[in-house]
C-alpha cells in the first residue's frame, strides 16, 4: 500500500457549479473545468459500493451527475486519453452484463458518448430500474412512452371505481378544483423527483439548494429565454412540487412561511410557470390536476401547492373546493404570482 496517498478533495456541489457554469458560458477553461470534473465522478462510480450504487444515484452526487448527463459536454470531441478511457471502459461494460460491477462501469462511461450513440441489449432487462428512465432519455428516446406507462397495478387503480360527483377538468391549459364528495379509491400520486420523503423535505433547509434556487430565479428574471436555466428551473420544479408532496399536513404551513415558502412564492412570481412544459412535465401536472378534482381526497392540499407552478397565471381555478382548503393557503392563493 502506497505510504504517501494522494488526495484530492472535491465535492458534489463544486462540480454542480462547474457543469452549470460550463452550460451557461461554455468557454475553453470552463470546458477544461467540466472535462475535469467528468472524469472525478467516472472514477467515483467505478470505486463506489455494489450496494449503494441508489441511494448514490439519489444524493447530491447523482444530482451533478445528472446535470453533466443532461448537458452539452458529451457533444464535445473527446480528448485522445477520453477516447481510450470510453474504450477500455466500454470493452469491459459490453463483455457481459452478469457481472456485478456493470452498473459502476455504466455509470462511468455514459458520459463519454454522445446522445444516442450507445445502446445497451435488452437493457430494460439489463439495466437497474432506478437508471433505466435517465439511459433511455440520453440514448433510446423511443422506450420513454412505455416505460412513463402505469404498471398493472396502477392501471388497476386508476380505473373507475363507481360513479362520482367529481367535475371535470376544463379543456385546454387550466383546471378546475372541484369540491366532490369522497371517492373509494384515489388516483396513485406521480413521483415528481427522485429526492422523495425524508430526503426531500431535508432540501427545505439546504442552503445550497435554497441559493441555487434562488440563483436561478434571479438568472430567469434577467434572461428568460436561455435554454440551459429554463431546463435547471424545470427539475427544481419538480422538486419543489414533490417536497409538497412529502410534507405532513401539520408542517403544511410552517414550511409555507418559511425561507422555503419566500422562495416557492418567488418562483411563482418570476414567471417561470408561463413558459411551454415539456410532454413529461404535461403529464405530470394532468396527474396532479386529476387527483385535486376532488378535493376531500387526503393530502389534497400538498398536491394543490405541487401543481401550482406548471400553471400559468390564471390557468387554475375553483369550483367550490375552497371550502376545503386551509385558511393560509387560501389568503395567499390572489398574491402567489404577484411580483412584490
Known amino acids: 500500500m502506497d505510504r504517501r496517498p494522494q488526495i484530492t478533495p472535491w465535492s458534489a456541489a463544486r462540480l454542480g457549479t462547474i457543469f452549470m457554469d460550463f452550460a451557461h458560458e461554455p468557454t475553453p477553461s470552463r470546458l477544461a473545468e ?20 441508489e441511494l448514490l444515484y439519489g444524493s ?44 459502476n462501469i455504466l455509470l462511468a462511461v455514459m458520459p463519454y458518448f454522445r ?15 432506478w437508471l433505466l428512465e435517465d439511459y433511455a432519455s440520453l440514448f ?39 369540491a366532490a364528495g369522497a371517492e373509494p379509491d384515489a388516483p396513485p400520486l406521480p413521483q415528481l423527483s427522485s429526492f422523495t420523503g425524508a430526503q426531500a423535505l431535508q432540501l427545505t433547509g439546504s442552503e445550497e439548494f435554497l441559493t ?61 410557470a408561463a413558459t411551454p412544459l415539456a410532454e413529461e412535465d404535461r403529464q405530470l401536472r394532468s396527474q396532479l390536476a386529476q ?18 407552478p406548471f400553471y400559468p397565471p390564471g390557468k387554475i381555478g375553483f369550483a367550490g373546493g375552497e371550502q376545503f382548503m386551509p385558511q393560509w393557503l387560501l389568503g395567499a392563493l390572489p398574491s402567489l404570482y404577484v411580483k412584490n
Open 34 to 53: 467540466a472535462r475535469l470534473a467528468r472524469q472525478c465522478l467516472s472514477k467515483f462510480w467505478l470505486s463506489a459500493p455494489i450496494d449503494a450504487l
Open 60 to 103: 447530491a452526487v447523482g444530482d451533478s451527475y445528472r446535470q453533466m448527463i443532461g448537458g452539452e459536454l458529451a457533444s464535445q470531441p473527446l480528448l485522445r486519453d477520453e477516447e481510450a478511457w470510453r474504450d477500455h471502459l466500454s470493452e469491459r461494460l459490453f463483455s457481459g452484463f452478469d457481472r456485478p460491477e456493470m452498473a
Open 115 to 129: 446522445r444516442g450513440k450507445m445502446k445497451v441489449r435488452n437493457c430494460e432487462q439489463n439495466l437497474p430500474a
Open 140 to 178: 433510446e428516446p423511443e422506450l420513454l412512452p412505455r416505460l412513463r406507462q402505469p404498471s398493472p397495478l396502477e392501471r388497476r387503480a386508476l380505473a373507475p371505481a363507481g360513479a362520482t360527483r367529481a367535475v371535470p377538468a376544463a379543456a385546454g391549459a387550466g383546471a378546475r378544483v372541484s
Open 212 to 272: 441555487r434556487l434562488n440563483g436561478l430565479v434571479n438568472l430567469f428574471e434577467i434572461d428568460p429565454d436561455d435554454g440551459a436555466i429554463r431546463q435547471e428551473l424545470g427539475s427544481f420544479r419538480r422538486q419543489l412540487g414533490q417536497i409538497w408532496l412529502d410534507t405532513p399536513e401539520d408542517r403544511l404551513q410552517p414550511l409555507f412561511e418559511s425561507p422555503f415558502g419566500d422562495l416557492y412564492r418567488k418562483f411563482l412570481r418570476s414567471g417561470y
Open 291 to 308: 387527483y385535486v378534482r376532488n378535493m376531500t381526497r387526503p393530502k389534497a392540499t400538498q398536491v394543490v401547492l405541487a401543481v401550482l
